[in-house]
């Protein structure tokens, strides 16, 4: 072969790879930013809001509304609930973790 059409086949070849890796670390970090602006805000918002509902549901056990000795039932209810929430919190980060040590390379 020509050592012209060499360099240029090589010059294509090296261009064509770059615009390979730019894309996969752009979908990357369109992956992130998605997670980030979209998923964990919803998801934050949605655990905070059913350990809300949690303590409304259980407040008349945690202040022993009628006397009968509920008290420990409500406050263990509302551990399991803030256990889950932990739980989900952990999972989250973890997923986070997952998609940002993805190497999108080709």
Do not use: H
């Amino acid at each position: 072969m020509n050592t012209n059409l060499k360099s240029k086949l090589a010059i294509i070849a090296t261009t064509l790879v770059s615009i390979d890796q730019l894309s996969a670390q752009t979908m990357r970090g369109q992956v992130n930013q998605i997670l980030n602006d979209w998923a964990l805000p919803i998801v934050m918002l949605l655990l905070v809001l059913g350990g809300a509902f949690g303590v409304v549901q259980n407040f008349d056990k945690i202040i022993d509304k009628d006397g009968n000795g509920t008290r420990k039932e409500g406050f263990m209810n509302l551990a399991m609930i803030m256990g889950f929430i932990i739980l989900g919190i952990a999972l989250i980060g973890g997923i986070a973790r997952l998609v940002a040590g993805i190497n999108l390379s080709i």
